[in-house]
């Protein structure tokens, strides 16, 4: 049985702060957001990738936009927990002026990465109330206004700033051992597949997101590997939990919204992602968004004016 995978459209800046019974995503999704989720409850199973993780209270997850997700709790209870979401460009237009890397952990990440951060203490308090002066902000009577505007963003900032210091933090602390044998403790997932396989997959991605502007043609990806196509869908499938199809038609879509967002025309878009025609483009990209691409494009130049 196939896993259903969705793209899922949320405002630029998206936040919640509550709690919810007996829910579970329907499939793995993906946005255009980055993603910060601050667990306040046991419980809840979250997914990333190829990776499973049993949510407990004070457990904080970085998710990219590049990364397949989703969130299931627990029967007949409730969990609860922060979501803020906001597109990479908020961090990404600051870098130059700040001199430094919001984005590290988002995109220049170790290998291996573990999206969880496990906060006590004093860390869970500070960050905890870095989301209510978030949430306070968004809240403001003066909501729309420039001055709000970039008070949360500020806000957003200091969070991004503080969460980066502790992994950086963590990542000292556990210098002497490597993140796996942390895994190993903290993960019941366990990897059955002969390391070889995990890292050629790993290559694989990265070599997709590199090219994604070509056609992309398994068989050229399999002879480009040296791996039999056969046995690169079985463990491509089974390292990441889905075919190798579906991931690079998601990856296409990622990047032809960033290009519509850009201003550049559907056809410009069909023609510089390999598509075989415009219409091609439109019929895939209405299928995995529910809009054509000129909506798309029309519904975000509409909120830039």
């Known amino acids: 049985m196939k896993e259903r995978v969705f793209f899922e459209e949320f405002e630029s800046l998206y936040y919640f702060h509550g709690g919810s019974e007996n829910w579970a995503m329907q499939g793995f999704h993906f946005h255009n957001q980055y993603e ?9 199973l979250m997914e990333i990738g190829n990776r499973t993780y049993h949510a407990k209270s004070g457990d904080l997850f970085l998710i990219n936009n590049k990364e397949y997700h989703r969130t299931s709790g627990g029967a007949d209870k409730t ?8 597109e990479p460009e908020l961090l990404l237009h600051l870098e130059e002026a700040f001199h430094y890397d919001f984005t590290m ?7 291996p990465f573990l999206h969880r951060l496990h906060l006590g203490g004093t860390n869970f308090e500070k960050v905890e109330k870095l989301f209510e002066k978030i949430e306070q902000n968004i ?14 963003k500020l806000s957003i900032l200091e969070l991004i700033v503080s969460v980066n210091e ?17 895994e190993a403790k903290c993960e ?11 890292e050629r997959i790993e290559q694989l991605k990265k070599y997709i997101a590199s090219h994604v502007e070509e056609r992309l043609d398994l068989h050229e ?8 196509r056969y046995y690169l869908s079985h463990y ?30 559907v056809t410009d878009v069909a023609l510089r992602l390999s598509y075989n025609s415009d219409s091609h483009f439109i019929a895939v990209f209405k299928k995995m968004t529910g809009i054509t691409p000129k909506k798309y494009a029309q519904s975000k130049k509409s909120k830039k004016e």
């Open 36 to 44: 910060i989720i601050l667990f306040l409850t046991d419980g809840a």
């Open 79 to 86: 969990y609860h927990r922060y979501v803020l979401m906001f």
């Open 105 to 111: 952990f988002f995109e220049k990440r170790p290998d």
């Open 139 to 152: 809240h403001s009577e003066n909501k729309g206004s420039i001055e709000t505007s970039v008070r949360i």
């Open 166 to 182: 502790m992994y950086q933090f963590f990542m000292e602390k556990e210098k002497s051992k490597t993140l796996l044998d942390y």
């Open 188 to 198: 019941t997932q366990e990897f059955k597949d002969p390391v070889l396989y995990r």
């Open 221 to 228: 990806i399999s002879r480009k590997f040296y791996m039999n």
């Open 236 to 265: 491509f499938k089974k390292e990441t939990g889905f075919t190798l199809t579906q991931y690079v038609s998601n990856q296409k879509i990622i990047a032809a919204k960033a290009l519509l967002k850009e201003g550049h025309s």
